[in-house]
């Protein structure tokens, strides 16, 4: 069963902009929080956006100031609006569910452990 479904990749330029949504159709329970991880050909996973404990948004380092993560609980959906792309954002995008509330210390949203549920993940790439 498709838990979470990603859209929006494409191929853009750099400098470009694009935006990636998530949704929900196969979780019938409530959404804790929702994250954004990517990963790039022969790399690992790395998180990219976020909500953390307190609902306030986390960023990686490199995407702080150029992505923004919108998450919506009722309609259990998340966007990822990234701007000023740059050949290294090419990568696979996923999304991610945490569903069960956590007991504090349970729960980071860096942390891909974190979570409940994975898409499958839509291809962006940066390439002139």
């Known amino acids: 069963q498709v838990r979470l479904v990603e859209s929006g990749g494409a191929l853009v330029q750099p400098g470009g902009s694009l935006t990636l949504s998530c949704a929900a159709p196969?979780?019938?329970?409530?959404?804790?929080?929702m994250g954004w991880f990517r990963q790039a050909p022969g790399k690992e996973r790395l998180f990219v956006a976020g909500?953390?404990?307190?609902?306030?948004?986390r960023y990686a380092d490199a995407v702080r100031d150029r992505f923004t993560m919108e998450f919506n609980r009722p309609l259990k959906t998340a966007t990822l609006q990234m701007t000023h792309l740059e050949p290294e954002d090419t990568a696979v995008y996923y999304c991610?569910?945490?569903?069960?509330?956590?007991?504090?210390?349970?729960?980071?949203?860096?942390?891909?452990?974190?979570?409940?549920?994975w898409g499958q993940g839509t291809q962006v790439i940066v390439s002139s």
């Open positions: 196969g979780v019938t329970s409530g959404v804790f929080a």
């Open positions: 991610a569910a945490r569903v069960t509330t956590p007991l504090p210390g349970q729960y980071t949203a860096a942390d891909p452990a974190s979570y409940d549920y």
């Open positions: 909500r953390d404990w307190i609902q306030s948004t």
